[in-house]
């Protein structure tokens, strides 16, 4: 049985009730690339919490989108950007194929959030040229940290089936390859362009 999305939405609320804006950083796959973000645009944070990945956005110029199931998360984050002066237009939803329908962006960054269903979507969602930032969990744990169920976990390079329509532009999943004290674990990283 699945949750309902009130019950989702109240779990989340709890959860961004006892931290800051200031306790989040940007997805790595999107700090660590940031140089390949268009001068301007339109972009979306998909289930963006806190909104660390949208500030980002914000910050390099772009017009952002921030959609989260938790209303405490996107009034946290409206608020902030709001002081700042970031052009987020932070929006409480439920996030389904529905949600896509008439946007376009040229940025959509993913982080730590997995529904299959939406893949086509996202496609859809981005213009041409336009480049996907994704960074979630994997089955394969070097530590407990993260879902355990396996409906949120990525299988061995599932990412690039995933999105196999995009053109890849960065890759990275280390597993348990090598010396697991160093690098990032438990989680895959891809970038695609439309």
């Known amino acids: ?10 779990k989340w609320d709890a959860v961004y009730r006892q931290v800051e804006i200031s306790d989040y950083s940007p997805a790595e796959v ?20 806190l909104g660390a990945n949208a500030r980002l956005l914000a910050a390099a110029g772009l017009a952002v989108f921030a959609w989260d199931i938790s209303t ?7 608020h902030d950007a709001d002081n700042q ?48 930032f994704y960074q979630t969990y994997t089955r394969e744990k070097v530590v407990e940290r993260g879902p355990n169920n396996p409906d949120f976990l990525l299988a061995e390079g599932e990412l690039l089936e ?9 890759y990275r999943e280390y597993g348990s390859i090598g010396d697991i004290e160093l690098g990032l674990r438990n989680e895959a990283q891809f970038i695609g362009r439309k």
């Open 1 to 10: 049985m699945t949750e309902s999305n009130a019950a989702i939405s109240a």
């Open 30 to 49: 999107l700090s660590e690339n940031a140089f390949l973000l268009p001068q301007n645009g339109a972009a979306l944070d998909l289930a963006c919490g």
């Open 72 to 78: 405490v998360a996107v009034e946290k984050l409206q």
């Open 85 to 132: 002066g970031l052009a987020i237009q932070a929006k409480q939803c439920t996030i389904d194929k529905k949600s896509f329908s008439g946007y376009r962006f040229d940025v959509i960054v993913i982080s730590r959030f997995l529904d299959r269903s939406l893949c086509d979507a996202i496609i859809d969602a981005l213009n041409p040229g336009g480049l996907l």
């Open 162 to 170: 995933l999105f196999a329509e995009l053109k890849p532009i960065y």
